[in-house]
């Protein structure tokens, strides 16, 4: 791959997790009955950090759960004869609650798909919210995010690749050509 541009730094990142903080304080009404649910990998950092900013702005904690959407997906046969599940952690009732589900990027929206799969296995929520970092267009589903870091335009033989520093050691997002 090629690399073309770098599309976000650190700070970039930082400002828009602390944007989105906000956005879902506001459009929920305060942090009643929220919770926000990571989906692996590069979603479960940006959850905790989201977690953390609303801390920070209202003054109250709110649980943070991992999925792992491995076995909802609907390309399983197409990656692996032996996928591997790192395991969903979610220690705390959903029945009722709203549901921020957290990814890095939204592409064609079947990650989002296999996502409330996995989450209506857990309990009945009553409302799941979508955030993404980057929307990248192409959706083949009928699934649209709630709250948008920014949305990014790519032909698709281009590729986005958010890095985050608690998992690949440093931090940005940057734009790839196949």
């Known amino acids: 791959m090629i690399h073309k541009s770098q599309l976000l730094t650190s700070e970039d990142v930082s400002r828009i997790l602390r944007r989105i903080s906000h956005q879902i304080v506001e459009k929920n009404h305060g942090t009643q009955d929220l919770c926000l649910i990571g989906i ?3 979603g479960v950092p940006l959850a905790k ?3 953390d ?3 920070a702005i209202e003054g109250s904690s709110i649980p943070v759960g991992e999925l792992d959407i491995t076995l909802y997906r609907d390309d399983l046969k197409q990656i692996s ?3 591997e599940v790192k395991g969903t952690k979610v220690d705390f009732s959903v029945e009722g609650k709203t549901v921020v589900l957290v990814d890095d ?3 064609t929206g079947r990650t989002a798909r ?3 799969d996995a989450v209506m296995k857990l309990g009945r929520p009553s409302k799941i919210q979508l ?3 980057i929307d990248r267009g192409h959706s083949e589903l009928p699934i ?3 709250f948008v870091g920014k949305n990014i335009p790519t032909s698709l033989d281009e590729v986005v690749a958010v890095k985050l520093a608690d998992t690949d050691g440093e931090e940005g997002v940057h734009l790839y050509q196949k």
Do not use: E, G, H, M
Request: glycine share 0%; charged share 25%.
């Open 49 to 51: 950090r989201l977690s």
């Open 144 to 146: 649209k995010a709630n």
């Open 114 to 116: 296999a996502a409330l």
């Open 105 to 107: 990027v939204i592409f």
């Open 53 to 55: 900013n609303i801390r």
């Open 40 to 42: 692996r990998t590069r």
């Open 81 to 83: 004869k032996t996928p």
């Open 131 to 133: 955030c993404v970092l």
